[in-house]
């Protein structure tokens, strides 16, 4: 049976009756003309949007619904950890080919709701509409923080250091491995690229220990994360290529192919994290990096100087371009 | 040029500087990874989305560019207006046919900034990709509301009045003439479907008076705004045929073509309150009522019998069945 057979009011019934109930912050949830929430007292509210299109920044032929689902909210929830927030709840639009299969369609909400459940957020609302095209999945995701642990990207200074957390490239290694059929044995790098880890903790940590003074996250690259980032503080930057550390998986997958790894995964959408953290920042920075797991490596340095640049075996180029979601399709 | 020869940076760019400039309650607007908002004090948030797909609810070839950006600000507005609440911010999130006209990008964009500021919100943040389908404008809004005012739809009481907003079938005849071409010299019936008015004035009136014990916004037909309000608070409803007031421009169509109006009227997206009123509020109705102009009608009753009933002509018929976006195409 398809979507557009079960129809628009059995959809969502099923996804009130199907959805982790929400906590007591949510005063109305689905079923209404629209979301009642209770916000935590003296926060800001942290508020983000992102759409996955099919076909553009995924390929149904090469994700399941779950993960496409479990994607499109963790990106979001990236968004947030960007900014240092906890993320509270999520609408989900989803704009359906009206042949897509009910069983798709329950696991694609089964799989944000899961992903959402996670990091104690909770699905309150949404919208479900036909289309003609392809399968459009939109998020908002709204979470809280504390101001003095707010987050932003204009507000580095010239001498922080860049640091990453967890590794560059994976995620074009696993889509490169989907799109070849070769991922098999490699759940790791397929998961860097499909259900990205939104770093939350880390973020989190990051922020309330005052190791951070920046952050901004990876997701079209890490060149254009780079850019961005020292463009809005208004620096220039310099990355260290012998410091960046390469995803297992790309350095596997390039070394099998004779292909220098670097270009990818300075273009890789690895929904990491690119941190200014202040120059003598050691005691703050050990508090908050026992806290979590994850690598977390320094790349580089925010400079005064307005270049965005490259050391690589001694020389120094101007980083790459950046990848712009709008124009490429991946 | 289009939007794809443009560039997804260049067109951020341009939001940044023609959108609106957002109040102080906005810490971080478009620029970061995400929206940070100071939300106001004592007051609950009100959250909804809603998507336009071009050749499902809009045609872009009867649709200026500028109406379908106000038309998806409205719709999201009309759902906090249902609520009792008063908008604060939006997300836009626009999934764009590479081969959209930059010119069209640009008076969608300004139509949906000069929507929000109309209703004292403001753009603080969003989306852009490409897609190979239809253009999808999907909005979030983001209102509050005083707990006391909130306006939900499964608190109405058997022997509640069913009011409306405005008229009935506005929307349809405008969409209808568009359509043949015959809507010259009828602003007002096109503006309906095209550009419709969220009733918030209205709804914060009778919330802050007292005067509404439930409310709907009628965006897939009065017969299912009737319908959910009525089955949300379990009870039943009997609308009176001859009470309802059919939209100016759908009685001349009708006229015109000797159709009888009342099914359009029950199936149209007028974006109308459909609000319980409780029996006894005569004097808190008037108080509301003078707050606005909007005509506002008594159309029906709420029953604690379960059928949703239309009399007419003295003859009790079940009334018809609602509309869902998701089957239908208009």
Not at 269 to 286: C, F, I, M, Q, T
Not at 292 to 310: D, K, N, Q, Y
Request: aromatic share 4%.
């Amino acid at each position: 049976m398809t979507v557009g057979e079960r129809g628009e009011h059995a959809l969502i019934e099923w996804l009130r009756r199907h959805l982790p109930a929400p906590g007591p912050d949510v005063v109305v949830g689905i079923g209404d003309d629209a979301a009642v929430l209770r916000p935590p007292r003296g926060t800001l509210l942290v508020q983000t949007t992102d759409a996955l299109v099919d076909g553009v920044h995924v390929d149904a032929r090469l994700l399941s619904p779950d993960a496409i689902g479990r994607r499109a909210v963790a990106v979001n929830l990236s968004d947030l950890a960007a900014m240092g927030a906890t993320p509270d709840w999520l609408l989900l639009s989803l704009v359906l080919p009206a042949g897509l299969d009910v069983q798709a369609f329950e696991a694609l909400v089964t799989g944000a709701g899961a992903e959402a459940r996670r990091w104690g957020a909770a699905v309150v609302g949404g919208n479900l509409t036909q289309t003609s095209g392809p399968l459009v999945v939109d998020v908002t995701a709204t979470g809280s923080v504390r101001p003095r642990r707010l987050l932003r990207r204009d507000t580095a200074r010239a001498g922080d250091e860049l640091w990453l957390t967890g590794a560059a490239g994976g995620a074009a290694a696993g889509l490169a491995m989907l799109r070849a059929g070769v991922s098999d044995g490699d759940a790791a790098t397929v998961a860097a690229y499909a259900t990205p880890t939104p770093r939350l903790r880390e973020a989190r940590a990051l922020a309330r220990e005052g190791a951070a003074r920046a952050a901004i996250d990876v997701s079209d690259g890490l060149a254009d994360a780079v850019r961005q980032l020292a463009s809005a503080s208004g620096l220039g930057a310099r990355l260290d290529a012998a410091a960046l550390p390469i995803a297992p998986g790309l350095a596997r997958l390039c070394a099998a192919r004779g292909d220098d790894p670097l270009p990818m995964a300075l273009a890789s959408d690895d929904y990491e994290l690119l941190v200014a953290v202040p120059p003598k920042a050691g005691k703050r920075l050990r508090a908050a990096r026992a806290s979590f797991a994850t690598p977390f490596t320094r790349i580089g340095v925010l400079t005064a100087a307005a270049e965005i640049a490259m050391t690589r075996d001694g020389v120094t180029v101007p980083l790459p371009e950046g990848f712009e979601h709008f124009v490429g399709t991946r």
